[in-house]
């Protein structure tokens, strides 16, 4: 109840008044505030109802509606893009160069609600502070974790749901192409010719056989 009336003292009296400058402020505060009412009120009644649609309203004011950070202790983040609600034509053409037979057929899919995606693949310090171990064979940081199987994945985003209180979980195959293509249509997701491809990924010719910090090559049209 007190953290319901200090949003609400924030939301109604504060910002009404603040100055441009000490908008993001005071709509912070207000944020903390709600996200504790919610934390604590798990009911679903009108109060948590009205409390949710500000924090979208607070969110988009802020630009936060589009990324979103999650701590994960220790210092460690893991930061999210907002991926929209749309429809692709999933799968490739038969035309399409090194193509496997599983692509096909093509065909409409829709997306019907938007999600959020992690940046980077799973580092291995996120991995390491959300389950408390790094089974990872080339050991650093910033790489990704390696040397786990679909169960040691889906334990991951089951222990970091209960540490977050986020819905944490593995993409659909759907929600995977519709995110790496980002409104694309070619071969990859940033054009048809193969040699474009060691400025967006690591593979055996520039690679040194070896795994690489996340975050070292261009971003596709999503930001991932």
């Not at 504060?14 to 207000?30: G, M």
């Not at 209180?165 to 192409?177: H, M, N």
């Not at 593979?203 to 975050?215: A, I, Q, R, Y």
């Amino acid at each position: 109840a007190m953290c319901l009336e200090r949003g609400d003292w924030y939301y109604r009296g504060l910002l009404e008044n603040a100055p441009t400058a000490s908008r993001p402020v005071v709509l912070r505060r207000e944020r903390g505030y709600y996200r504790r009412f919610l934390d604590s009120h798990t009911k679903k009644d009108i109060q948590s109802f009205r409390v949710e649609k500000a924090l979208k309203s607070i969110a988009k004011e802020l630009g936060m509606d589009k990324t979103l950070t999650v701590t994960l202790g220790k210092g460690v983040t893991m930061k999210f893009v907002r991926i929209d609600a749309g429809r692709f034509v999933m799968g490739s053409p038969t035309t399409e160069k090194d193509r496997v037979e599983d692509e096909s057929p093509q065909h409409m899919v829709t997306i019907s609600k938007a999600f959020y995606m992690g940046v980077y693949e799973v580092t291995q310090e996120q991995y390491q502070a959300v389950t408390g171990n790094n089974p990872s064979k080339f050991k650093a940081p910033r790489n990704a974790v390696e040397m786990i199987r679909w169960g040691n994945a889906m334990a991951f985003c089951k222990a970091m749901s209960k540490m977050t209180r986020l819905d944490v979980r593995l993409p659909t195959e759907a929600q995977w192409e519709y995110a790496c293509r980002a409104g694309g249509k070619t071969r990859f997701n940033f054009g048809n010719d193969i040699k474009d491809f060691a400025a967006h990924g690591w593979c055996s010719t520039n690679s040194g056989d070896k795994p690489h910090p996340v975050g070292g090559k261009k971003p596709n049209a999503a930001g991932l």
